[in-house]
C-alpha cells in the first residue's frame, strides 16, 4: 500500500513538473514550434512517464526511508512529540513577526534571504526548547492543577507520593519483600534509562554482572504482576544528563518523588539536593532487634574471628557477633552475655562473652 502511493505521488509531481518545465526545455533545444510536442496535456503525460521510470529506482530508498521515520516517530513518547511540535510553532510563529518586520527594510536580498533563514533557525530553536523542558513544563501544569483543587477542596487528602526506584536497589531485591508487606505506598515508578541500564547490565559479558542485571529484571517482573502495587513505566529522560544517578534526583525534583535506593553516595547527593530520599539499608537497620549489655542470648560459634581466641557468630537477620574466649566453642551451641554493642555505617556489631565463662569467674 504504501508503495503505491509513494507511486502516485511521484506520478503527481511529474505531471506537475512536466507542464512547467517541458515547455522551457522545448524552447531551449528549438523544438517548441512542433504543434504536436507543445501541448501541455503532452507535457504532463512526458513527465508523468518520466517520473514513472524514476520510481522503479527511487521508490524503494523512499518507502525505506518513509519506515524508518515511522518507526522512529511510534518509539518517541507523545509527550516528547506534543511539546516539541508546540515549540516548532512558536518558533515559526517568531520567525514569521520578525521576517514581517523585516519586509518594511525593502532591501531585495534581505527580504528574500532572511525569512528562509529565521524559519530554520527559530524552527530548530523553538523545537529543541520544547523537546527538552518538556518535563519542567509538565511539572508547571501539574502544579497549577494541584493549586486549583487544592482552592477548590481544601480538606481533600494530598496525593501519595512516587517512589522513584533506582538500578542498585532493584538488583538488591528486597524492594519486592518490602513491597509485598505494604511499607510502601502510592505508586512505583521505574523510569526508562533505569529500565536500560538494568538490560546492558544483563546483556554483560561478565558473568556475576550478566546474573545481577537479569535478577534485577525478574525482581520487576515480579513487583509488576505479582504484587498489588501500581507499577508504572517513566518513558522521559534528560539527554543533557549522562548519568544515571542525575537524572533519578532530577526527575524526583520535576515529580516531588521520593528516591528509593541502597546506594551511600545517591543517598547523599539527594540529601545535598534537598530530594527525598529513602534508603532500604536504614530499615534493615532499623528492624533489627534492640540488643543491651548485659542481655543473654543463644548463639552457634561458626568460626575463628581476627583476634586471639575469638570466636564469630552470626543472628538470623545476619548481624555479626564476635565472641570473646569463643574459639574453644566452634560448632556449637552456647549461651552467651552481651558486654558492648557497635553501631557502624555498615551495620551493628555485638560483643559478648560466653555465659559459662562468667559462671566460672
Given at each position: ?262 546506594d551511600f553516595n545517591l543517598n547523599k547527593v539527594c540529601e545535598l539536593q534537598k530530594v ?21 542470648m543463644k548463639v552457634q560459634v561458626i568460626k575463628d574471628g581476627k583476634e586471639q581466641n ?52
Open positions: 500500500m504504501l508503495k503505491r502511493i509513494v507511486q502516485a505521488c511521484f506520478l503527481i509531481i511529474g505531471v506537475t513538473l512536466g507542464i512547467f518545465l517541458i515547455p522551457d526545455l522545448l524552447k531551449l533545444i528549438n523544438l517548441d514550434d512542433i504543434p504536436l510536442l507543445n501541448n501541455p496535456y503532452v507535457s504532463a503525460i512526458l513527465g508523468a512517464i518520466i517520473f514513472y521510470l524514476l520510481t522503479f529506482w527511487a521508490v524503494d530508498h523512499v518507502v525505506n526511508f518513509v519506515r524508518w521515520a515511522e518507526e522512529s516517530l511510534v518509539k518517541v513518547p507523545i509527550t516528547d512529540i506534543i511539546f516539541g511540535s508546540v515549540g516548532l510553532v512558536f518558533g515559526l510563529v517568531i520567525a514569521f513577526l520578525i521576517g514581517y518586520a523585516l519586509n518594511a527594510i525593502e532591501v531585495p536580498i534581505l527580504n528574500t534571504v532572511a525569512p528562509i533563514v529565521l524559519t530554520l533557525i527559530f524552527g530548530y530553536l523553538g523545537f529543541q526548547v520544547g523537546f527538552k523542558k518538556r518535563d519542567e513544563l509538565l511539572s508547571l501544569f501539574t502544579k497549577k492543577k494541584k493549586s486549583n483543587e487544592e482552592e477548590i477542596d481544601p480538606e481533600a487528602a494530598p496525593k501519595k507520593s512516587l517512589k522513584i526506584l533506582d538500578t542498585s536497589v532493584i538488583i538488591d531485591g528486597r524492594i519486592a519483600d518490602i513491597c509485598q508487606t505494604g511499607f510502601l505506598e502510592g505508586t512505583i515508578v521505574i523510569p526508562q534509562f533505569v529500565l536500560e541500564e538494568l538490560q546492558h547490565i544483563a546483556d554483560s559479558s561478565d558473568v556475576l554482572k550478566r546474573n545481577r542485571g537479569r535478577r534485577g529484571l525478574d525482581i520487576l517482573n515480579r513487583i509488576q504482576k505479582e504484587l498489588s502495587i501500581n507499577v508504572e513505566i517513566y518513558e522521559g529522560d534528560f539527554e543533557e544528563i549522562q548519568e544515571v544517578d542525575s537524572k533519578l534526583v532530577k526527575l524526583a525534583k520535576l515529580t516531588n518523588g521520593v528516591v528509593v535506593t541502597n527525598a530520599v529513602l534508603n532500604i539499608n536504614d530499615l534493615a537497620n532499623a528492624v533489627k532487634p534492640v540488643v543491651l549489655p548485659g542481655e543473654e575469638q570466636g564469630i557468630a552470626y543472628l538470623d537477620d545476619g548481624t555479626m557477633i564476635v565472641v570473646e574466649e569463643g574459639r574453644n566453642y566452634i560448632g556449637k551451641h552456647i549461651d552467651v552475655l552481651v558486654t558492648s554493642v557497635l553501631q557502624t555505617s555498615a551495620g551493628r556489631m555485638i560483643f559478648a562473652k560466653p555465659k559459662l565463662l562468667e559462671k566460672a569467674l
